[in-house]
């Protein structure tokens, strides 16, 4: 039986081009073995008890629209029990997506034709998700916030994963060397990759954390309705550039064994009125300030694209108060 979702249509009036959900295919993700889903225009619920898929739903719009999970790094655990991988397919305006994942392969197609390449494939839709984890990103770790930031800068820099991915792979065999205690011209071979890989990730950070700065301001205000002050300051893991950054961390890498230098230690600082939010902001003004965060999220990509992203809220309106609620 393939599992059928009432859609809850609300005509909503936004000025800019929609990116339109229209039909959703799942095969083997998560708990379903078959899905369909098929959105109205406009804002749509899903409404049902526990465990029936409902966040698993969203969660399959934005795998095959982003060929990411958003929530875990490892795709190969939204596989079905059992099964050897999944399919997914998605009508967004007149574009067909089609991705098939079955560890370590993956394929993606638009319109029934293979891509060598996810740049087109993603340039298809945006997305903006929004979930109660959202809150970590204020109170977890740095990690929680470069993830925030690697996930609307794939959706905003069409070069943004691959030097990613670039950066991720030098860092991996340069940590490697350093934990075997190789010598210093093997590990030093992987720096020029690292370091061309790693000021791209930072300068495209520094960027976007200074647009976004405004208007999580903004949302805060707009959600919270109150007089709180939100600063938002991109920390880079290499202050001075990462090629000064490694000579100077050169001691600390031989001691530790690892890379200390460079994106994978980036962080952002969130305040409040002066204050470290993710220490002394309250419960409320922690889960306001994440939410301005995927708000911001999704004004930059508007600004940017003169597209609305594709709205992703994973219940996260009972965590608000009325007011909040409102304002959201």
């Known amino acids: 039986m393939v599992p059928r979702f009432p859609a809850v249509p609300r005509t909503v009036k936004l000025g800019i081009a929609d990116v339109v959900l229209t039909e959703l295919r799942a095969t083997d993700f998560r708990c379903f073995s078959r899905l369909r889903f098929e959105p109205e225009p406009g804002t749509n ?12 739903i969203l969660e399959a719009v934005c795998v095959v629209t982003r060929l990411q999970s ?9 596989v079905r029990s059992g099964q050897p991988g999944f399919g997914l397919t998605a009508q967004v305006n007149d574009t067909h997506l089609l991705f098939r994942f079955e560890p370590p392969k993956r394929s993606t197609a638009i319109d029934s034709v ?5 740049t087109d494939y993603l340039r298809t839709a945006r997305i903006a998700w929004f979930s109660n984890d959202d809150v970590e990103i ?16 794939s959706q905003l820099d069409p070069g943004y994963l691959r030097h ?19 010598p210093r011209r093997e590990i030093e071979a992987f720096d020029s990759p690292l370091i061309t890989a790693g000021d791209a990730l930072t300068a495209c950070r520094a960027t976007m954390v200074a647009d976004l700065a405004p208007l999580i301001e903004a949302a805060v ?5 109150q007089s709180d002050a939100a600063t938002t300051t991109y920390q880079p893991g290499a202050e001075s550039g ?18 200390v230098a460079g994106p994978h230690r980036d962080d952002v600082v ?4 002066s204050m470290d939010a993710s220490r002394f902001a309250s419960e409320g003004q922690q889960r306001t300030l994440a939410l301005s965060l995927k708000l911001a999220q999704t004004r930059l990509i508007v600004a940017q694209t003169g597209r609305l992203p594709i709205l992703l809220i994973d219940d996260v309106f009972g965590e608000l108060d009325l007011t909040r609620r409102e304002n959201l």
């Open 45 to 56: 619920f899903l409404i049902g008890a526990n465990a029936q898929g409902k966040t698993s």
């Open 70 to 78: 958003p929530r875990t790094s490892s795709l190969p655990e939204t």
């Open 114 to 118: 293979p891509q060598t390449s996810n």
């Open 138 to 153: 204020v109170r977890g770790s740095g990690s929680h916030r470069r993830r925030f930031l690697d996930f609307l800068a």
């Open 164 to 182: 990613l991915r670039a950066y991720e792979r030098a860092l991996r065999s340069r940590n490697a060397l350093l934990k075997d205690n190789r």
């Open 221 to 225: 205000h707009d959600i919270g309705g």
């Open 242 to 259: 990462l090629a000064a950054g490694l000579e100077a961390t050169r001691n600390d890498e031989i001691r530790l064994r690892q890379t």
């Open 270 to 273: 969130l305040t409040l009125n």
